[in-house]
Every structure is written in C-alpha cells, then in structure tokens.
C-alpha cells in the first residue's frame, strides 16, 4: 500500500464510524460527556466560540449532527449556509436539523482539492474535525488549505481540534483517545500544539489559539 492509498484507507475506516445509529447516540456522549469530562471543553465555551465568529454567510465543515450549529441565534433571517461533509449521513442528519435555513450541499473529502465552483463565505466552522483525519498536520493540513479558498479576503475559520501530545490529559481522556485511536475513529497521535500552531501559520496571516484541557480551540483569518 502507497501513501495515498494508506490515507484513503484511514479515512473510510474513520468514516464508517459516521453512521445513523452513531450519530443518534452522538450529541447525548459527545456533548453530554466526553467533551466536557475527557476534552474539558464545555459546550458552553463551544457555544461562545461559535456566538462569537460565525456570519450570516457560513460554510459548517464536517457536520457531525449539527449539534452546534443548530443552536446559534443568528442576527438576521437573511443567511446562507453551506454543509461539508465526506459522509452522506451527517450532512442528511445535519440538513435536516437546519433544513429552516435550506442548506447548501457539499459532499467533499477534506483531503481533496476543492472542484465544485462555491461562491465563497465569509465564516467557516471545523469544529472536532481534525483529530479524525489522518496523517500528521503537515499532511492533513492540506485540508486548511482547502479550506481557505472558499474564504472571502475579510473572512474567518474558526474551530477545535483534540490534540494527544504534550497537552494535560486525565485518565477519561487518555482511556478515549486509546480507544478512537485503537478503532480508527480518532487519528490524532502526533498532534501537538506547535505542529496546529505551525500548520495554521502557514496557511493564515492571523491566528488565535487557545488551549482547553486536551482541546485547541483556534480562529484564523487570511
Ligand atoms: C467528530 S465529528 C464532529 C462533528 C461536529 N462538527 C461536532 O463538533 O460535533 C467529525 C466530522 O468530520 C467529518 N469528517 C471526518 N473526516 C473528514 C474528511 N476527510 N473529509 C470531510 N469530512 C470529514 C465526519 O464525517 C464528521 O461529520
């Protein structure tokens, strides 16, 4: 097996761990639990983060279930939102949680370039994505790149990340990040703080990172 095909491998493996049945037990153990008890990141400071950068034109960028999204007030009726995603089920799930803003739809590896003509927005949100994509941040970090050609020149990306290495972890977080990483859920092993803080450098003029418990919580702009 090639690189390529090594990668591609880990992220359908990752991917079937995307499923309906997952996803309808998904907000209850990552909201209810592991984002608070093994990240240490209430939703609350998820909440802030997205209160504080999301716009009125916005790309969600791996779904999930829409949780967060699905309770932003939003300052005006007026909005177009696009949806992300590599896996059917998510961007279902999720389009049909958002469906009062008639989503836009877009079916996308991260890994791969960006083909489709999207108008560009002026938010991006990747929030508890990049610890499922594999490779190291100099190999995933493709994905920002990807990414930040559908940003407009004034625009912001905004999200989190669960890093494994040189950040506090208590025994819930390492017992879960064994377990994601051991199934193939989670590819997160060589992620540190310098290579994100590193990656998004390289990508962005402007960056702001944080760290919460285990969770790097970022906002970058072109
Ligand atoms: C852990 S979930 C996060 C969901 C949501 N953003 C949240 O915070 O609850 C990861 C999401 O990223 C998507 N994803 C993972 N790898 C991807 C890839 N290579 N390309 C596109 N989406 C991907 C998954 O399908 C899933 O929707």
Known sequence: MN?????NHQVK?????????????????LYGIISKY?????????????ANYISNNHLEVGVGTGYLLNRVRFQSEKLRLGLMDLS??????TAKAVARYQPEIYQQNL??????????????SINYVMHCVPGSFKEKGVAFKHLKSLLNENGVLFGTTV???DVPKGLLARLVLAIMNRLGVFNNKQDS???????????????ELQVEGCTAIFSVRP
């Open 163 to 165: 890093l494994y290495q």
């Open 38 to 50: 093994a990240w240490g990141c209430s939703t609350k400071r998820l909440d802030d983060h997205y």
């Open 193 to 207: 703080l310098e290579e994100l803080r590193n990656c998004l450098s390289s990508n962005f003029s402007h960056v």
């Open 13 to 29: 493996k990752s991917q079937k761990y995307f499923n309906k049945l997952s996803l309808f037990f998904y907000d209850w153990v």
């Open 88 to 93: 059917q089920s998510c961007l279902q799930k």
């Open 111 to 124: 890994l791969e370039p960006i083909t489709e003509s999207i108008a560009s927005f002026d938010s991006i």
């Open 3 to 7: 690189e390529d095909e090594k990668i």
